[in-house]
């Protein structure tokens, strides 16, 4: 099993629970530090409820355009952009 910390959401009928895919005290091997202890996964109820929020980009970007619509238009002209630089690069290789 990869060690890694994967979110994932599964789906009840009356409501939408997420949860992570890695059991509480499970290594995540991120240690970066030489020093310290190697961090482990905690219960999924330890974790900050936005942090299920995160996993969904769609909602996230929703969120951002209500809360700041500056930074969503930043955020969509910079992905236009990067669209725009990449087919060009892709069309002078040929």
């Known amino acids: ?3 890694r910390l994967i979110l994932r959401r599964s789906f009840n009928i009356s409501a ?3 949860q992570s895919s890695c059991k509480a ?3 995540l091997n991120l240690k970066i530090f ?3 202890d190697e961090p482990v996964a905690l219960e999924d ?4 409820e936005w942090l299920w929020t995160m996993i969904d ?3 996230n970007l929703e969120n951002i355009k209500n809360e700041d619509f500056l ?3 930043r955020i969509k002209l910079q992905k236009e952009n990067n669209k725009v630089i990449r ?3 892709f069309l002078s290789k040929m």
Request: glycine content about 8%; overall charge positive; aromatic content about 8%.
């Open 1 to 3: 099993m990869n060690s």
């Open 16 to 18: 939408t629970l997420s």
């Open 25 to 27: 005290g499970t290594p």
């Open 34 to 36: 030489k020093k310290g």
């Open 45 to 48: 109820k330890e974790y900050p």
């Open 57 to 59: 980009p769609k909602v």
């Open 71 to 73: 930074r969503w238009r």
């Open 87 to 89: 087919n060009n690069n």
